[in-house]
């Protein structure tokens, strides 16, 4: 679950255009996530949806292993915010199926069948390794966990630009992508780029 409040949509679009002004070039993300995240935008906004946050965000023909500037990927979800944070469901609801969606990509992956191959099943080598595997999915930031016991953790993220609930989806389909059984990811976001998770299972 993600703890916190709930934004509107005008209000996630105005916090992720605050993540982007502190990027910098130099600050890039795989292209597998830009097109997971478009491809949430297609199910639940439709192809107008998609055709409108790729023009913004300057992106059309997107290689999925290629590094692009984070910035981008901030614009895009952010114009996505604005389209379909009014609906039913709420704009978290859309970042965490984002975040599901980039697990399911990166771990489809070349790096993340490798990194499935490494852990052999097991969620606590796999959440020692996801500071590793982050660093192979992006340019940016520092990641790493406390152990708080044999099967639970604090997972720690400072200078990350996507909120907490993305986070959460992404973290919970990894362990479970591991077998992990009762996965429980509890997140809180300590400053704009600084957040934290509690996962347990069992």
Known sequence: MYVGTEVSGGGA??????????????????????????HVIACL???GAVARCKGVAGVWEINPFHLYPVSRYLR???????????GSRGFDEVLLRMGEQAS???LSSLFGRELLAETTGSPRLLVDA??????????YGERYP?????????????????PAVYHVGVLRGALEAVGARD????????????????????
Not at 15 to 36: I, N, P, S, V, Y
Not at 78 to 83: E, F, G, P, V
Request: glycine share 8%; proline share 1%.
């Open 76 to 86: 895009m979800v952010s114009t996505a915010a604005r389209l379909l944070g009014p």
């Open 146 to 162: 406390l152990w708080t016991g044999e099967r639970s953790a604090r997972f720690v993220m400072r200078r990350d630009f996507m």
């Open 45 to 47: 906004g439709g192809e």
């Open 130 to 139: 996801m500071a590793d595997s982050y660093r192979m999915a992006v340019s």
């Open 183 to 202: 996965v429980k990811v509890r997140g809180r976001q300590v400053a704009l780029l600084e957040s934290e998770y509690e996962l347990s299972w069992r």
């Open 104 to 106: 399911v990509d990166f």
């Open 13 to 38: 679009a105005w916090e992720l255009e605050q993540r982007r002004l502190a990027a910098t070039e130099d600050d890039q993300a795989r292209g597998m996530f830009f097109q997971g995240a478009l």
